[in-house]
Nanobody
């Protein structure tokens, strides 16, 4: 199983980035997916989650209204559109597959396969 995240970079506060995560080695539409981030010195935290069929989404409070999670099951790809970026959004962003049957979709323990991450840096 491979998850390849891309799209990170350096952006000014108020700017936008779109992250992508290409997934291979499993049946993508069988898995809920999540985006997490980890800032220096902090624990990895949920950013957003999306169900297998995109019917259900969840957002961490600080990103509601600014970030949008989506997926295209036809091309096995997960996305995170990030608008109005703030300094506190800086971190490494990871995509992950939700562990089947787990209720822990807000926590890293609820996820099974992880990508290597892509760095997002927001400057003032």
């Amino acid at each position: 199983v491979q998850l390849q995240a891309s799209g990170g970079g350096l952006v000014q506060a108020g700017g936008s980035l779109r992250l992508s995560c290409e997934v291979s080695g499993l049946t993508f539409n069988h898995y809920g997916m999540g985006w997490f981030r980890q800032a220096p010195g902090k624990e990895r935290e949920i950013v957003a989650h999306i169900s297998r069929n995109s019917v259900t989404t969840y957002y961490e409070d600080s990103v509601k209204g600014r970030f949008t999670i989506s997926r295209d099951n036809a091309v096995n790809t997960l996305y995170l559109q990030m608008d109005n970026l703030a300094l506190e959004d800086t971190g490494i962003y990871y995509c992950a597959t939700h562990r089947s049957g787990s209720l822990l979709f807000k926590y890293p323990q609820g996820y099974e396969h992880w990508g290597r991450g892509t760095q997002v840096t927001v400057s003032s």
